[in-house]
């Protein structure tokens, strides 16, 4: 049974930083997708940043793109989201996801974490 659990949201004041972490369990994740997503109050949500969990290039959303970092620990089984210069606009629900290929609807989500970043 695959189980991905974040951590690490909390309330941060904007310019703050702020490392997420999502722990992979269930199954071998070498040939996965994983993703964060994010869903603020009121939206949809939105695709923020993805990498294979054996490595390569990773992509980012316009919006965090030079700000956030993806990350992968393999002796950890553990997924990061690292997150610099917070705007008060990234406040959501951060969400780990994990597929077998890439995909904007991943078959396997966590629970979320929350971040409010204050102005």
């Known amino acids: 049974q695959v189980q991905l659990v974040e951590s690490g949201g909390g309330l941060v004041q904007a310019g703050g930083s702020l490392r997420l972490s999502c722990a992979a369990s269930g199954r071998t994740f070498s040939s996965y997708a994983m993703a964060w997503f994010r869903q603020a109050p009121g939206k949809e949500r939105e695709f923020v940043a993805r990498m294979l969990w054996s490595g390569g290039t990773k992509y980012y959303s316009d919006s965090v793109k030079g700000r956030f970092t993806i990350s992968t620990d393999n002796a950890k089984n553990t997924v990061y989201l690292q997150m610099n210069s917070l705007k008060p606009e990234d406040t959501a629900v951060y969400y780990c996801?994990?597929?077998?290929?890439?995909?904007?609807?991943?078959?396997?989500w966590g629970q979320g974490t929350q971040v409010t970043v204050s102005s």
């Open positions: 996801a994990a597929d077998l290929r890439p995909t904007t609807t991943p078959h396997y």
